[in-house]
């Protein structure tokens, strides 16, 4: 019994040094390199992620949100420092204001070079300090052709009454008040209790048409046949597309909005220098075209659309053609609060 | 008869209060309960109190706008019609539920096991993918309205996904197993003596059974209502995903206020607190009921 019991506290006093030594041997290797990414899900294709990883060597934590104010409410609950995160471009601009993002070092991501002017120095980071575009897009019109043979080119157009019960639009009561106030001559951003007022009989009068409210998947709807037309984000219409032709996007003639994702670097990031090292590494045009052939978005990198095939240039709800009205949102702080109430209460009493 | 079911709830006899050993027994669920029930209410109670912050997030100053805002006619509307479903839900599972829950509770102990499996088994299944399944049957093109156009029963397909009774048949789908069950534990103590008393006595059918069974199970029904009724007060994701988007209830204002456009946390939260007090009135009632002297 004795010399069984010695035998068993050897060995495990053997493992234990063992352990010890080989944990100390490895931290002696100095500190691994590693990058927070906090992004959307379904934005960002794990071989780019992959790539990044063999290149550099740093090991990337992808964590995923999937709305603007999700990411926001973990951003300020400080739980966990991120070093790249993914906003739109209204959400940029509070950022900035709440003085939340460090500025980049443009002498280390000198690819910024890559992307079109036309995508940069916009209204939410007009001295282009702090973000990178990341891919950009539109909220606009899709038509089921085959159940829909009017010409439907702007909001009036689509909220018909021929049109009850077949429509479906994405759950943003942002989207849906800027629809309405650019209807009536006004911009986006202009949300004040006097031009609320002044859009609610015309929300009273659309919402009631719509059938299904879906930020999600919107093409699910159109796929399934429960409704014919709908405005929905650029790329689920693009992926509409690219399944079946009969689905056609059109920009409302009226004004679009033109969203634009970027990756920014928080304040307090712990690995600053691995963040710009990402941002560089996916402005390089071969590694942003593997971003585009998993989310037809358009793409704001120059060089990269020259890599394109053909059938994805095409696509109209990518690369909508023509010179359309098109407007980013920027940030309209308490006032959210009436937009989110307007609609609110106009989808309760339907 | 109200003694005895009383008789089953209440402890007879001198009560000796709990020994040292027997609290170091329950700490670890009170600790639980503590840090993950009533310290998150606590949070949320200070921060129904606060001013909403620019990114979200609460400012720790002091006001009452939450509360005023809770009575709002525009959410008041909506806090009516949660009740009005949570109850119709409650309702239809108390109708579908009681007589399967009966049937078990009186067959052969053999079968009742299986029974009751196959009650239990779609909860093994996730409740999303569930809901979802609801979906694939109702849409346009789905199972349902593919048969019925197929076999020359309906001219057109039937709209029958994104409305309101898409919605409650979800409702009613998810929580009639929380129904079923506690009826079942109810009938499986009745005691069949005391029915055959009753039609000795000279009670027909209906007689027996609204004055004999019912009141026997009634802690049974009580257990199903309350099960039933307070979760589907909060629900969201079901009538997000069955209702379109357009059936909002409680949970749904909720949500938006923390992962919406809005950004109003202390709204959320006054909101929630408001859901718990009436968690609270309801449980209440039901016991104020139960306790009531006939």
């Not at chain 1, 290149?55 to 739980?79: D, P």
């Not at chain 1, 909001?155 to 639009?169: N, T």
């Not at chain 1, 793409?299 to 059938?311: D, F, G, T, V």
Request: with cysteine.
């Amino acid at each position: 019994m004795q010399a069984t019991g010695m035998r068993g506290i050897a060995i495990v006093a053997a493992i234990c040094l063992v352990a010890v030594g080989g944990w100390s041997c490895t931290s002696n290797r100095g500190p691994k390199q590693e990058l927070n990414l906090f992004a959307w899900s379904e934005y960002v294709p794990q071989s780019v992620i992959d790539g990044f990883t063999r290149r550099t060597g740093i090991a990337v934590n992808y964590e995923t949100f999937s709305s603007n104010e999700e990411m926001l409410a973990k951003l300020i609950s400080g739980a966990q420092r991120y070093d790249v995160i993914q906003p739109s471009e209204y959400t940029v601009a509070a950022l900035i204001k709440e003085g939340r993002l460090r500025a980049v070092d443009w002498s280390k991501v000198p690819n910024i070079k890559n992307i079109d002017p036309r995508y940069t120095h916009r209204p939410h980071d007009p001295q282009q300090q702090y973000t990178v575009p990341w891919m950009a897009g539109s909220v606009g019109i899709v038509v089921n052709t085959d159940k829909v043979t009017d010409d439907v080119r702007g909001y009036r157009d689509v909220f018909q009454p021929k049109y009850a019960g077949r429509i479906v639009v994405v759950d943003d009561p942002r989207e849906i008040v800027a629809w309405a106030l650019v209807t009536l001559g006004k911009g986006p951003d202009e949300v004040t209790p006097a031009t609320l007022a002044q859009v609610k009989p015309l929300l009273q009068q659309w919402l009631p048409l719509v059938k299904v409210f879906d930020s999600d998947s919107p093409k699910t709807a159109l796929l399934n046949g429960d409704v014919d037309l709908g405005i929905v984000w650029s790329g689920e219409a693009a992926l509409l597309y690219n399944q079946d032709r009969k689905f056609a996007y059109h920009l409302p003639v009226e004004g679009a909005h033109l969203f634009v994702d970027n990756l920014a670097i928080p304040a307090d990031a712990a690995n600053p220098d691995a963040a710009m090292a990402f941002m560089n590494y996916i402005l390089e045009p071969e590694v942003s075209r593997l971003i585009s052939a998993d989310f037809p978005y358009t793409n704001p990198n120059r060089e990269a659309r020259k890599l394109l095939s053909p059938a994805e240039l095409q696509n109209p709800a990518s690369y909508p053609p023509g010179d359309p009205k098109l407007e980013t949102f920027g940030d309209i702080g308490g006032a959210a609060v009436q937009i989110d109430k307007l609609v609110t209460d106009i989808k309760a009493a339907g | 008869m109200r003694q005895g079911s009383a008789a089953v709830a209440a402890p007879v006899g001198r009560q000796t209060p709990p020994t040292a050993a027997a609290w170091m027994l329950i700490a670890p669920l009170l600790l639980w309960v503590a840090a993950f029930v009533v310290a998150p209410g606590l949070i949320m109670l200070v921060y129904s109190f606060c001013q909403r912050g620019t990114l979200g997030g609460v400012v720790f100053a002091f006001t009452l706008e939450n509360y005023a805002a809770v009575f709002d006619q525009t959410y008041l509307h909506i806090v009516v019609r949660s009740v009005v479903f949570a109850a119709v839900t409650t309702a239809i599972c108390l109708l579908m539920g009681y007589p399967v829950a009966f049937y078990i509770g009186r067959a052969p102990a053999r079968w009742r096991n299986t029974l009751l499996m196959l009650v239990m088994i779609p909860f093994w299944t996730s409740f999303l993918i569930r809901t979802y399944a609801w979906v694939t049957i109702l849409k346009s093109e789905g199972l349902l309205n593919s048969l019925l156009v197929h076999y020359d029963l309906v001219a057109a397909p039937l709209e029958l996904l994104y409305t309101r009774g898409a919605v409650i048949l979800g409702l009613v789908y998810t929580f009639l197993p929380f129904m079923i069950l506690p009826i079942y534990t109810s009938v499986e103590k009745l005691d069949q003596s005391l029915v055959e008393a009753a039609f000795d006595l000279g009670a027909g059918p209906l007689r027996a059974f609204s004055r004999v069974i019912v009141p026997l199970t009634a802690p049974g029904i009580s257990a199903g209502a309350l099960l039933v009724f307070v979760p589907a007060l909060g629900i969201y994701a079901v009538n997000d995903i069955l209702g379109g988007g357009r059936v909002d209830m409680i949970g749904n204002i909720i949500e938006d206020q923390f992962k919406g456009t809005a950004r109003n946390w202390p709204f959320g939260a006054a909101l929630g607190i408001a859901l718990m007090l009436s968690f609270a009135a309801t449980f209440w009632l039901t016991s104020r009921w139960q306790s009531e002297p006939r």
